[in-house]
């Protein structure tokens, strides 16, 4: 039987990666074999593109094709064989990122993201998909009190995340169907108890 396809995704600051960690031993628990993994990264070559995407300037294009360069490695090497076996991905992030941060953030058009969509991952795409949605000055404080540097991406200006943020809504709009938004500013306890019915009912 094959594996399930979960995806977080979300504006930094909103808390996805907390709920990533704890999504996956949670799973663990339940008995399922699970393969933790993100993006970009997720792959030796993926996570030194991870280093050159997160800290160098470069152009916009050459900046898209580099995430889906790291994207399709990454399911060359993991997502599929893992999925083929019967074993459960959970994901840091995966395509719809990228059409919020290069498509929505940095205002590439959507339709040269739709064929590195198709050419990159053909007709994959992930079982499952929490958007962790939150207020952009809310983010911003929760960035700013983890005391760690922010990447290049992190130190964009509100006006960019707030576009992250409405191409992330967009993207929920078009896939209802596996998207599940989640209110980023419930207590963590709150959250968890919503995460674990939707697994409950959806898988």
């Given at each position: 039987m094959r594996g399930r396809f979960i995806t977080f995704e979300g504006i930094d600051g909103a808390g996805k990666s907390t709920h990533h960690t704890w999504m996956v031993e949670y799973l663990r628990a339940k008995g399922h074999d699970v393969v933790s993994t993100r993006e970009p990264g997720g792959t030796p070559l993926g996570e030194k593109l991870r280093g050159l995407l997160l800290s160098e300037s470069m152009d916009l294009e050459t900046e898209a094709m580099l995430m889906f360069a790291a994207r399709r490695e990454h399911i060359v090497k993991v997502i599929e064989p893992a999925l083929a076996t019967g074993q459960w991905v959970v994901s840091d992030r995966f395509t719809d990122a990228s059409f919020a941060y290069q498509g929505g953030g940095r205002g590439l058009a959507k339709t040269k993201l739709q064929q590195l969509e198709i050419w990159v991952q053909e007709d994959l795409q992930p079982n499952l998909t929490f958007l962790f949605d939150l207020d952009v000055?809310?983010?911003?404080k929760r960035l700013q009190g983890t005391g760690q540097s922010a990447d290049r991406f992190e130190q964009e200006k509100a006006d960019f995340f707030e576009r992250v943020r409405q191409a992330y809504l967009d993207r929920a709009k078009e896939?209802?169907?596996?998207?599940?938004v989640i209110d980023a500013s419930l207590s963590i306890a709150e959250t968890h108890k919503l995460l674990e019915n939707i697994i409950l009912s959806d898988c």
């Open positions: 000055a809310t983010a911003t896939f209802p169907l596996r998207f599940r």
